[in-house]
């Protein structure tokens, strides 16, 4: 069985960029979440998905957004990138309240 | 609400040595509980899972934990550390029972085992 996959694994900007990040979730798996984590930081929560719709947000700015797709891939958007968005983003997904979530490696991104 | 807590940033332990790793959660009703792993530059790993049952439960790796109901604990161990554990732990907690409970994770605890 094929784990949680994002791409890209690297990625360098500049302030006031955008940026896409992508996620595929194990098959048979119809929620994703997004994390930010900082310098190995603790884990912040970004974003939940669940069967195509929005189902909780955290405390992140609206330039932070997000979409999961009919086949339940996502995607996770950053507008006007600063210099504090650098950090490691991961993704995951689950297919029941009771079971784990499984992380993909997550995308390093680097502001300069 | 539910909150998480690592009270320790970072755990030294001698290899060999058995290790512990705190973790204590509030939530209303009963929880759903989680350990995590996570190498340098890699995702979190699985490690084992609390849902109901036995408090004792055991998961990968040789790690297990214990479900304490009145001290709203979970704390991690292992009989005999290995150089190889060292990594960042999380714990994480949801509500059980409810599939629109969001997950919530500690702060993580930086375990480093000492030849």
């Known amino acids: 069985e094929a784990g949680v996959t994002q791409s890209p694994t690297h990625l360098i900007k500049t302030r006031g960029q955008q940026v896409t990040l992508r996620c595929s979730p194990i098959s048979g798996h119809t929620s994703v979440y997004w994390y930010q984590q900082a310098l190995g930081l603790g884990l912040q929560f970004l974003l939940w998905?669940?069967?195509?719709?929005?189902?909780n947000r955290g405390n992140f700015p609206p330039r932070f957004s997000g979409r999961q797709f009919p086949n339940y891939s996502s995607e996770l958007n950053v507008n006007a990138l600063e210099l504090e968005d650098s950090a490691l983003y991961l993704c995951?997904?689950?297919?029941?309240?009771?079971?784990?979530?499984?992380f993909g490696d997550g995308t390093r991104l680097s502001i300069l | 609400a539910q909150s998480v807590a690592q009270p320790e940033d970072q755990v030294n332990v001698a290899e060999g040595n058995p290790l512990t790793v705190k973790c204590t959660y509030s939530?209303?009703?009963?929880?759903?509980l989680f350990w995590y792993v996570q190498y340098p530059n890699r995702g979190l790993q699985f490690l084992l899972k609390y849902i109901t049952g036995d408090n004792l439960v055991k998961g990968s790796y040789g790690f297990e934990a214990e479900f304490n109901k009145s001290q709203t604990s979970f704390h991690l161990k292992k009989p005999s550390a290995l150089v190889s554990d060292s990594a960042l732990y999380f714990c994480a907690v949801s509500r059980a029972y409810s599939s629109a409970s969001k997950i919530i994770f500690g702060s993580g605890t930086r375990l480093s085992i000492r030849p």
């Open positions: 995951a997904s689950r297919d029941r309240a009771n079971q784990p979530q499984h």
């Open positions: 998905y669940d069967e195509g719709e929005e189902r």
């Open positions: 939530v209303s009703g009963n929880p759903y």
